[in-house]
């Protein structure tokens, strides 16, 4: 519709001007024939007279009529020539032929043969009048004069002046039907091209076969894009390091105060009935901890499944409360299980399924088809749940980690408009690893329903692009790192996850270190002078408390000197335990702790303190505080936000972190020893390292740790994904414009975020 409303606006003027060119050509024309026309019937009459001279000064000379009239009978013969008389001396003409109108008189005639258009009118039609002089004997002369017939002329010029309006009529149409049809291909290509840009193709390299013609309207577009993502980066570079104003500044501006719906499968708090009535607790969760800051920066929708006890009891109709409890910043939506869908969806197929299947630590995943049913079923009711808490069609859903694979793709089916984040908090394996599971194609169909799918580091990315490369027919962009799976594109990205760092006002309420010191020493009854290292952990398989505890066994046994000196505390919240793999993981640490404490243990004197049970955060920063080392040994993790916490409470510039190079997080905290778990001798010589280390060198590291961490803080992840999101979106909404709207430029070339927004 709008390509015609174009055409015809370049159309109409087009075919204005051919009938102003048909008018004045055929007026020339008219005149340009009939010059011709009297210049031929001036030299026909020469012709004519010429034949006749003889005739006439016959004629005359014999002074009788007769023959005369004879030979001017047969000279009209010619239908064309009309009438003929001869004019002399007197005004009437001396001799004439019937046909000659007795009205004209010799005088007139001569006047009229001496215009440029030599014709008067008459009853038949228009006569041309020649005038040819004939000379006589004795230097007499006589005028032959010629009256011709010329309607016959007009009527040409008549034929003339239509064939010609019939030519450019046809010129017209034929220049019209080139015009549209060349208008429309260039069209497509306008379009195509603006849709290349509008992905990213035409700002990182150029578009491949874009026509000469449109070089400059690409090179505009491509400008303007450019222009008005320079401006956005521009804009989020000059706020500073990242902190809740600012997301909330980004959601409201680059997301227009867009709705925000997280998904997890873990709630951030947990209503649970005790004997002094309903309390709440934080759940032992990097995922948890990670999203909560963000959800309070942007109020939105946080939709979980309900495991407390007094859950829900404490909900409304809808089965909504407002969190955090007292401060009301947001609304979390309980989804409810069953103890046979929990079972199946969470503890089966994502927990003894997913869990071990994504990390390599030597744990077979078991996979039942019931669980994978329950799985499918449970991500479906979060979908609806989703749909439900949508107030627009296009709301900003982050969905979260490995409990809701198939979510993204059940998402786009009901909320075709919305912007899926997904982000997997866990490593992505290698093509071979993954391709042991029964529903590989289902579970990557699924993630690929994500806008974005978000990683903690590259490597994991290059994973699972070459899992997608290995097992879909999908269209791999590696420059771009996106994914098109069925019309649909997903960008792969690295969003390396980090914790929120402690403000001001919580740091100036902290105990001072000495404070924190003395309250665990006395709390878990250790000697005055030890050296404490701590492990902060769920108790999980992945985290590598094995290896710890044999580090701890081998520093002993290589350096006596530390034994009755050095103690490490261990906190471990219990996890996942209903799973037999976690109770005999949780048994076995137990065994091993009681014999490496019987073997160097002595009275008042136990090298390893084990507390599973669940700490509250002031429990732990007190602890990260009275630590000389902090231990983080994961055979295979994700990012690992403990070492980020070590860091974070550590405001006194001290202390050591011993960091898995297997941990996301050894990617960007380099001044750490960084260890191999499975490498006893190396990680107890760490250890030995981290107790030893002068307080400078401590210094040192610790002060480019905190500096890192708290620039790449859990804003800056949740910011650049929202970033990203925002940028999509405003792709997006300019490509509908550009479909919807004739004006390709319209929106781009207003530039400018502020406009377009
Ligand atoms: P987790 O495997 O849960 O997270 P992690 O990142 O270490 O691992 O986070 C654990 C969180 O729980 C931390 O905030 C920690 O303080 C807390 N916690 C641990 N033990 C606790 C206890 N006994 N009491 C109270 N709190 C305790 C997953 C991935 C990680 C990834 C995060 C975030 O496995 O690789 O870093 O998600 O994406």
Redesign the pocket.
């Known amino acids: 519709m709008n390509t015609l409303r174009l055409q015809l606006r370049f159309l109409v003027p087009l075919i204005l001007v051919l009938v102003g060119a048909a008018y004045l050509a055929s007026d020339l024309l008219d005149k340009l024939t009939t010059r011709w026309f009297m210049r031929d019937l001036n030299l026909r009459g020469s012709l004519i007279a010429g034949t006749m001279t003889d005739a006439i000064q016959d004629g005359l000379a014999e002074r009788r009529g007769g023959r005369l009239e004879a030979v001017f009978e047969r000279a009209l013969k010619d239908e064309r020539l009309f009438a003929i008389a001869l004019c002399g001396a007197d005004p009437t003409p001396m001799r004439r032929t019937a046909t000659f109108p007795r009205t004209l008189m010799c005088e007139e005639l001569l006047k009229v043969s001496q215009q440029p258009d030599p014709r008067i009118g008459w009853q038949g039609g228009p006569l041309h009048v020649g005038l040819h002089e004939i000379p006589l004997a004795g230097g007499e002369k006589v005028s032959l004069v010629l009256l011709q017939d010329v309607s016959y002329a007009e009527l040409r010029s008549r034929d003339t002046r239509r064939w010609l309006v019939a030519f450019i009529t046809a010129l017209g149409m034929v220049v019209a039907l080139i015009t549209v049809v060349v208008a429309q291909l260039s069209w497509r290509g306008w379009v195509s091209g603006a849709r290349a840009l509008l992905r990213g193709e035409g700002l990182l390299r150029p578009i491949g076969d874009t026509a000469p013609e449109l070089e400059p309207f690409v090179k505009e577009l491509r400008e303007n894009l450019r222009e008005l993502e320079d401006g956005l980066r521009l804009a989020q570079a000059q706020q500073g390091a990242w902190d809740p104003a600012r997301l909330r500044a980004l959601l409201q501006t680059q997301l227009r105060g867009d709705q925000v719906i997280v998904v997890s499968n873990r709630e951030p708090y947990i209503h649970e009935k005790s004997a002094d009535g309903v309390v709440v607790k934080r759940p032992?969760?990097?995922?948890v901890?990670?999203v909560e800051p963000v959800m309070r920066a942007c109020s939105g929708t946080w939709i979980a499944h309900g495991s407390g006890s007094a859950d829900r009891q404490v909900v409304d109709r809808h089965d909504r409360v407002r969190v955090p409890p007292g401060a009301d910043e947001y609304a979390l939506r309980r989804v409810w299980l069953t103890p046979e869908e929990e079972q199946g969806y969470y503890y089966g197929f994502a927990n003894e399924g997913m869990w071990p299947l994504c990390h390599v630590a030597h744990v077979r995943p078991v996979f039942r088809e019931s669980d994978w049913e329950q799985y499918r079923a449970i991500n479906e009711r979060f979908a609806d749940a989703v749909a439900q808490e949508a107030r627009g069609e296009d709301p900003v859903v982050l969905v979260q980690d490995y409990h809701f694979a198939l979510l993204p793709a059940m998402i786009r089916k009901r909320l075709p408009r919305a912007t899926v984040l997904t982000f997997w908090?866990?490593p992505w394996p290698n093509p071979e690893s993954f391709g042991i599971c029964p529903w590989r194609t289902e579970i990557l169909e699924g993630m690929l329903g994500s806008t974005i799918l978000g990683f903690h580091t590259p490597y994991h990315c290059k994973n699972f692009i070459e899992t997608v490369d290995r097992m879909l027919e999908a269209r791999i962009e590696h420059e771009h790192s996106t994914i098109s799976l069925g019309g649909a594109e997903t960008l792969v990205a690295a969003f390396p996850?980090s914790i929120e760092w402690p403000g001001d006002t919580a740091v100036a309420h902290w105990p001072s270190v000495q404070d924190c010191r003395q309250a665990v020493i006395r709390r878990l009854d250790l000697p005055a002078d030890a050296r404490i290292a701590v492990g902060?952990?769920?108790f999980?398989y992945t985290k590598g408390i094995l290896e710890r505890f044999h580090a701890v066994e081998r520093l002993l046994e290589k350096r006596p000197e530390w034994i009755g000196r050095f103690v490490f505390v261990q906190?471990?919240?219990p996890t996942r335990s209903a799973l037999e793999e976690y109770q005999a993981f949780q048994e076995r640490i137990q065994r091993v702790t009681e014999r490496i404490n019987t073997r160097f243990g002595r009275a008042g004197y136990q090298p390893i303190r084990l507390l599973a049970?669940?700490?509250e955060h002031e429990a732990?920063n007190e602890l990260f505080r009275a630590a000389d080392a902090c231990v983080v040994t994961s055979l295979h993790?994700?990012?690992?936000?403990?070492c980020k916490?070590f860091v974070a409470a550590r405001n006194d510039e001290r202390g050591v972190l011993i960091l898995s190079r297997f941990a996301?997080a050894a990617g960007e905290l380099r001044e750490a020893l960084i260890v191999n778990p499975y490498h006893v001798e190396e990680t107890a010589d760490a250890l030995h390292h981290a107790l030893v280390m002068p307080e400078a060198e401590q210094r040192e590291r610790m002060v480019s740790l905190r500096m890192s961490v708290r620039e790449h803080n859990v804003f800056l992840w949740a910011g650049r994904m929202l970033a990203d999101a925002g940028r999509l979106r405003l792709r997006e909404r300019i490509r509908a414009r550009v479909e919807r709207h004739g004006g390709v430029l319209g929106p781009v070339q207003q530039g400018g975020v502020r406009r377009v927004k």
């Open positions: 032992a969760s990097g995922l901890t990670a908090h866990i996850i902060v952990d769920r999980d906190v471990a919240a049970t669940h700490h732990l993790d994700g990012m690992n936000l403990v916490e996301g």
